[in-house]
């Protein structure tokens, strides 16, 4: 039995192709859903699990602090790991808890099987977290042949590397998109004229607090909506990697006030996430999906900030720093007929035909099912 451990929508999101080809190849599997999964003031996203016919442990994490939670999931993955003995564990990314199932793994003799190691993200604490869970990991799946060539230079052997692509993109490829009216039924609102969809998370390493940052980036949308009416946002919540209430308190009070032009939801969900990504004008914020998933949904990316900093990117994908002014500003070369030319090429250097398989077939071959 393979354990696939999640803790958040994101990563739900990303896994949900991999457990449906272990599903088509009968491969035994147990799905491990913790921290953010079960936090209802983040949408109680375990229930977008139990909604594809799953059946997660629940393993309650989340603690009042990162360094909590952090030591909670080390505890709880590390007695499950002790009663249940999985042949290997898979762990995505690079999020703070994931170092604490990677070492509850390492400690009990459970070989982790890692996603999208390689990659870089200069401006968060996760950068340095994934480097650390791919030095405990024994199979290294990663996104791009760069990502590979990174964890060579890291000592990690170059038979345990097998470039896969990044799973997100084959979910924007092959999951069934909404239209318009149906995601609009879905939200249970009247979507802007136009929108983006955005997500600011805390960039951890920055020296600007991440309040200051929210500020920056909800002003640089108003003053991009002030000049350009009927445009708006739809927004989702940041995630726990520092105290995500104040900022959360923050969209409620941009959304109250303007109505009609943001809509602001705890999780959208991913075949929601995809739909409103390719019905809308880009996406915007600095979530590595911007950056990894969307040029193949033919949409730009503004990336903001310095949480991405490194990442390989599309040339649909345009940077600028977290200030309002240049928010603005950037907001309106992304809607350019230039950038939306770019983006329409869905030229995407993460993109690699049937990712799920090949991540099953070299998981199998691992585990000598």
Avoid at 113 to 139: K, Y
Avoid at 143 to 162: F, H, Q
Avoid at 331 to 358: E, H
């Amino acid at each position: 039995m393979i354990a696939i451990a999640t803790s958040t929508r994101a990563d739900w999101g990303l896994l949900t192709p991999l457990v449906e080809e272990f599903k088509r190849q009968e491969i035994p599997y147990t799905i491990l859903a913790s921290n953010m999964h079960l936090m209802p003031g983040m949408g109680m996203t375990v229930n977008e699990i139990r909604a594809t016919g799953e059946q997660p442990v629940e393993l309650p994490t989340a603690g009042a602090s990162t360094s909590e939670t952090l030591a909670n999931s080390t505890r709880m993955h590390g007695e499950w790991f002790a009663a249940n003995r999985p042949e290997a564990v898979v762990i995505l990314g690079d999020r703070y808890e994931m170092l604490g199932v990677a070492s509850a793994a390492t400690i009990n003799g459970i070989p982790i099987i890692h996603i999208a190691g390689g990659t870089v993200s200069e401006g968060a604490m996760d950068n340095a977290i994934r480097n650390a869970i791919s030095q405990l990991a024994a199979l290294h799946l990663t996104e791009t042949e760069k990502c590979a060539s990174r964890l060579e230079g890291m000592g990690i052997k170059k038979d345990n590397i097998v470039v896969t692509g990044a799973i997100g993109v084959w979910n924007t490829l092959n999951v069934p998109m909404m239209t318009h009216n149906e995601l609009q039924d879905s939200l249970g609102r009247e979507l802007p004229e136009k929108f983006f969809v955005g997500t600011l998370h805390a960039a951890t390493l920055d020296s600007v607090t991440p309040e200051k940052q929210m500020e920056e980036f909800l002003s640089g949308i108003e003053g991009f909506m002030e000049a350009r009416p009927g445009y708006g946002a739809i927004l989702t919540y940041p995630n726990n990697d520092t105290d995500p209430a104040p900022l959360i308190a923050m969209l409620m009070d941009f959304e109250a006030g303007h109505p009609g032009n943001i809509i602001v939801v705890p999780s959208l969900g991913l075949r929601r996430y995809l739909s409103a990504v390719a019905l809308s004008e880009g996406v915007i914020g600095n979530s590595s999906s911007g950056i990894v998933e969307v040029a193949s949904l033919g949409v730009p990316t503004l990336d903001i900030g310095i949480r991405q900093n490194g990442r390989e990117r599309a040339v649909s994908v345009i940077h600028c720093d977290a200030t309002h002014g240049a928010i603005t500003m950037s907001l309106s070369l992304i809607t350019t007929p230039m950038i939306k030319a770019l983006a329409a090429k869905r030229a995407n250097p993460y993109y690699q035909p049937d990712t799920p398989t090949v991540m099953v077939n070299a998981i199998t071959s691992f585990v000598n099912f």
